[in-house]
């Protein structure tokens, strides 16, 4: 007899078993439903190895956790046969200091385990069926819990079956100072630094020209105990909507490649700032320099410019080589002119002409640029 129940478990097991894990140890199994559905629970029985489960375990199965909360016969002390039940929730709570995670069965109605026990959650009460262990035995009178967007104080616990605790709750008051609503978290800023982060922008819509650049200017402070400081050198993400219009580089330097509008995102920790851009055609005004193209030692002549300009000279090589005497020198400037004093060195032994340029640079955009040869004669 013994022989054939462990001849159809193994079969079972082969065929039909999967990979689960009790107390995060991996084992195999498989299941049978529980005829409650009616009731609106989710129990399932569990064949699993002889001696491997208890009341109390949990079961990592099926992309859930379970909870076993009857283990209710051995068969021909073959294998082992339990009853367990879905754990929809997870309970986390501060203890010593400490934060702690632990799957749960939470009850909300009469009807159920250990019936009588709890009452319905319209009246502000529900039941925590979960695993007896040095954890849930430190859940105290003090302690809250955060569920279904309610908090829950703690009120009684039992534990009148062998590896279950149970845990009885009403329902308190959410303390925004304190309490973590989104992570379900009661007393989490008791216990941790509640860092409340914003970012400052100099300007939230900017518009540039073609091929032109600007630094974004980004500032981040952060709340903390009602108190404002600014972050020394935090690490933002800056990232552009389009980069075939408008870029961006790590240090929030922009430049504008094409005509549009997009947007650049500023991100800091889990916070983020929208700056819309909007990039214009450029300026089609051509740079000029006027003036001749050649000069006499020791003379000297202005030049002008059709826009704002940067002005400089330089020698123009000869045989690969820039001579130490300076054919030229800007004696004075504006944006528009400049006015230039040829040398009165005597630099022309080998018969060979000498020339310098006149650059001019655009001062709204460095990328115009106009070089201008001036040959330097000696009358």
Known sequence: MQNSISKFFNEYIRNYGCSIKINGIDNRGFFKEVDDREKGYDNKYLFTELGKVRQGDIIECLENNWIVIDKDSNIGQTYDKCVIARALHNIKIYINNTLHEFPAIIQTQRQGIDEGKYINIADGKIMLITQDNSVTRKIGYDKRIIKMQNVWNVVGFTNENEGLRYIYCKKGQFNPSS??????????????????????????????????????IVNVTDTVNNKTITVKKPTLIYTSLNNNIVTVDDKGLTKAISEGGTTIKVTFENIEKIINVKVVEGSKVQLEIIGTDKMALNRTKTYTSNIPVVWSVENVEVNGEIEKVKYATITESTDTTCTIKTTDKWIFNDGRSRYFNLIAISEDNSSIVVIKKIRVTPY
């Not at 973590?180 to 509640?194: F, G, Q, S």
């Not at 922008?201 to 600007?214: F, R, S, V, Y």
């Open 179 to 216: 309490d973590d609503l989104e992570n379900e978290i009661a007393d989490r800023w008791l216990h941790e630094t509640k860092h409340e982060y914003s970012i400052d922008i100099t300007e939230d819509n900017i518009q540039l020209k073609e091929g032109e650049t600007k630094q974004l």
